[in-house]
């Protein structure tokens, strides 16, 4: 694992901004997701107009969602549909007039919602006028999640930090299975000085399901709470990129050791410089010196998960898997977004056949790394050794369906419905997953006639 470089928190900084403006309090933020193929079933009318909205028709769109939203006038997915499309068409200015109408005649939190998120969409009502809209909304229906979300996402894009934080934070509590909302709650804790609170949000959020774009935002965020040259002197950069050069890119750790201790000596207190210092001795197979310097660290900046990860991977480059442990979990604890330390735990778990916590570790990290075939191979593992057939089965498939020339998970695959046949009490289980077996242990012997370990397990399910 490398150390961000000095320009990281600039770059994460922009993709943060990008998100805030674009995907946060956008309208399109629908919920949910299709299953099957459209081909199988005609669409329903909000399907349809949600298919609509994504070819950029939303005139089309407009009539089946005011009919659907007549017959469920409290649905607020169609509300925010409907707000979306009226938006996209261009009647921003009449929907909000209607809007108003509407609220003058009888109040309703769900009008309220659609005018705040149409107030939303233009720059200029951005902030009070759609703030005050979702307040309103709040008031007339205070145990609705969606309302206190939207309220906290117009605070915080208004740059009311400390406001955002309660109805954000109750929103979680009100719909705990929503990860979305984890990242702006962890976004406004961060901006108000709550680096541990924004950390506990992302560690919620991994340990949940989140999208690729929300993993990708949520390493932004963590890259800003977490950067080590936040407060790095500027007169001890230009000797910190010279150790920088000699550990990383020339493979010299006894020069970057002497840049690095220059820098020491006018700045002893410098966690990241110890941590650099370890990872030098560590390249020199100077354990002793490398345990030295990252307890360090640890002591300067117990807040930073690198640190302890960087001590762990050490302990267990070292055989002491036990000494790693709590170093590699308090690493996920501070850093959640730490790939190989979630790797590395799962594996000793895994040895010490922890198979809840390992299934966890792997788990979390297939999404964290949704194309990293590993995870998936080791995720499969414990379902097999949790005698969850289909759960082993989906993760391989999810490798094979991506990579059918993958010939190690195609055998793995043939293993594990051989074993599953084997260990089946039913006979039509057993018939099932024998097909299964031959049918992939075929599929390697057709491209390595030769794979012993494919043509023995095919034997075993011939045998009687």
């Not at 089309?60 to 409290?74: G, I, K, N, S, Y």
């Not at 932004?220 to 001890?236: E, G, H, S």
Request: charged share 30%; aromatic share 6%.
């Amino acid at each position: 694992m490398r150390l961000p470089s000095p320009d990281s928190r600039r770059t994460a900084g922009r993709r943060l901004r990008s998100w805030a403006g674009v995907a946060v309090l956008g309208l399109g933020l629908v919920t949910g997701c299709r299953h099957g193929a459209a081909a199988e079933r005609p669409l329903d009318a909000r399907a349809q107009a949600r298919e609509y909205l994504e070819k950029k028709q939303p005139e089309r769109a407009l009539p089946l969602l005011e009919a659907e939203a007549a017959r469920a006038p409290e649905d607020l997915e169609l509300a925010r549909m409907l707000t979306e499309a009226q938006v996209k068409a261009g009647h921003t200015d009449a929907w909000i007039t209607e809007l108003l109408r509407r609220n003058a005649q009888a109040e309703r939190a769900v009008n309220h919602y659609m005018l705040g998120l149409a107030y939303f969409s233009r720059a200029s009502d951005a902030g009070g006028p759609a703030v005050a809209a979702f307040e309103r909304a709040v008031e007339l229906k205070p145990d609705e999640p969606e309302l206190h979300y939207r309220l906290g996402l117009a605070r915080l894009e208004s740059e009311q930090y400390a406001a955002a934080v309660g109805p954000l934070r109750r929103a979680a509590e009100l719909a705990p299975e929503r990860a979305g909302i984890r990242l702006p709650l962890a976004k406004a804790l961060h901006r108000t000085g709550d680096a541990a609170g924004a950390v506990a949000a992302l560690g919620a959020l991994v340990r949940m399901s989140p999208s690729p774009a929300e993993v990708a935002t949520a390493r932004a965020l963590m890259d800003q709470i977490a950067d080590p040259f936040a407060r790095f002197p500027k007169a001890a950069e230009p000797k910190l990129e010279e150790g920088l050069r000699y550990l990383r890119e020339l493979d010299a750790p006894h020069p970057a050791i002497v840049a690095f201790e220059e820098i020491l000596r006018d700045y002893p207190d410098l966690a990241v410089v110890h941590a650099l210092m370890g990872l030098a001795w560590q390249r020199l197979d100077d354990a002793g010196r490398a345990v030295e310097e990252f307890k360090r660290s640890i002591e300067l900046a117990p807040e930073d998960g690198k640190n302890h990860f960087y001590l762990g991977e050490l302990y267990l480059g070292r055989q002491r898997p036990e000494a790693a442990r709590p170093h590699l979990e308090k690493a996920v604890e501070l850093n959640p977004l730490l790939d190989v330390a979630w790797f590395r735990l799962g594996d000793i778990h895994l040895e010490q056949r922890n198979l809840k916590a390992a299934g966890e570790s792997f788990r979390v990290l297939t999404y964290l790394a949704p194309d990293e075939e590993a995870p998936r191979g080791k995720l499969a593992l414990v379902r097999q050794l949790e005698g969850d057939w289909a759960g082993a089965e989906r993760e391989l498939l999810h490798v094979v369906d991506k990579n059918p020339d993958n010939l190690e998970f195609t055998l793995r695959l043939g293993i594990l419905f051989t074993e599953q046949a084997k260990q089946s009490s039913r006979p039509e289980e057993r018939k099932e997953a024998a097909g299964k077996a031959e049918r992939w242990l075929r599929k390697v012997l057709e491209s390595q006639p030769e794979n012993a370990m494919a043509s023995r397990a095919l034997q075993q399910l011939k045998s009687p």
